[in-house]
């Protein structure tokens, strides 16, 4: 009874706007304490009203400066913005290293700014575990745009295009040939690519070869590149097949150039992400997106209950150490010592 009336209270600061209410419930969140469940179905219904925004790319493109950047520029809209910065974790204390924090600090006052370092704790994906938790607490909050920085990724972290509504991939002149960009999985993550620190040397041949990259995923490379030793297009027979239209409705994703320390381009990139957001919620796209990502949330939800009842509830764990000798042993598999703690949460 008094945990229910602590988070009815807890709940109903939250709502008249304090922000110490909001880093309390994030840390509830975060760390899965006790009542969290029913915070977040509090908090349901008053989430998918703002544009969540992912900003992502390899170490030392220069995210957290790009996402002060736009931090500056929203404000100016006169809009509140939520940021979650995905640090990697402390080796010592298990905490984020709060990089994005010391370097968002003079933001971070601004009271229509909230700021939540988060540590990936041995997540593999460029996110935290709690990060789409978090982003729903503050989209309840009342944030119109709440930006989820992630940690430098690699091949497999791709996580946030499935978080956010519109991902950016940020890349600099020194990330490699877009070659290297496809392999890592970045073609498929983006919405908008940025080549930030534009103002180096090679930049708008790095973004050329981004933007030849996405028009050979559409079919569209060669559509406007001139004939080629003097051959006469008008010569061409008018029964020749002709190329499909450049956009069929589907989004053409942009790259775009800017120099976040000096605020070079920023407002480009800005409009860009609104325009991505008009046309996610006039093709329908963005209904979509949401509604997977909340099966996802399922799924994870499901899956995290399943190994909680398994392990502490059950005695999967008890079970574990009792089979480690005949494991060690070469009497068992590791296959049938999980299929008797799987068998033994049968019979319960």
């Excluded at 575990?129 to 989820?148: I, N, Q, S, W």
């Excluded at 919405?191 to 973004?207: E, M, Q, T, Y």
């Amino acid at each position: 009874m008094n945990r229910i009336s602590s988070s009815s209270d807890l709940l109903a600061r939250f709502a008249s706007g304090q922000r110490v209410a909001l880093s309390r419930i994030i840390s509830i969140v975060e760390n899965e304490r006790a009542g969290f469940r029913d915070i977040m179905s509090a908090l349901h219904a008053k989430t998918g009203r703002a544009h969540r925004i992912g900003i992502t790319g390899p170490p030392g493109a220069g995210k957290s400066t790009l996402t002060a950047a736009l931090i500056a520029y929203y404000r100016k809209q006169n809009l509140k913005v939520g940021v979650i910065a995905v640090d990697p974790t402390s080796p010592f204390t298990g905490g984020a290293l709060l990089g994005d924090r010391i370097r968002m600090n003079e933001i971070s006052m601004d009271p229509n700014v909230f700021i939540r370092s988060m540590a990936t704790r041995g997540s593999l994906g460029g996110l935290a575990l709690a990060t789409k938790e978090v982003a729903d607490v503050m989209d309840a909050y009342g944030f119109d745009r709440v930006l989820v920085e992630t940690v430098g990724v690699g091949q497999s972290e791709l996580d946030i295009a499935a978080a956010a509504d519109t991902t950016v991939v940020v890349l600099v002149p020194e990330s490699g040939d877009s070659i290297q960009a496809m392999k890592a999985g970045l073609m498929e993550a983006a919405d908008l690519f940025v080549i930030n620190k534009s103002d180096r040397p090679g930049a708008d041949r790095f973004a050329r070869e981004v933007s030849m990259m996405l028009h050979f995923r559409t079919g569209q490379a060669l559509r406007n590149i001139p004939a080629h030793h003097g051959v006469d297009k008008a010569r061409i027979k008018a029964g020749a097949p002709k190329p499909a239209p450049l956009n069929d409705g589907a989004w053409d994703i942009p790259v775009l150039k800017t120099v976040a320390e000096t605020g070079v381009g920023v407002a480009e990139l800005a409009e860009s992400v609104a325009k991505h957001h008009e046309w996610l919620t006039t093709s329908g796209e963005l209904s979509n997106r949401r509604r997977g990502r909340l099966a996802e949330r399922v799924r994870d939800e499901v899956e995290r209950s399943v190994q909680r009842k398994i392990w502490m509830e059950q005695g999967g764990t008890a079970l574990l150490a009792a089979a480690l000798p005949d494991l060690e042993a070469g009497r068992i598999t590791p296959y049938e010592a999980a299929a008797r703690i799987i068998g033994s949460t049968r019979n319960e």
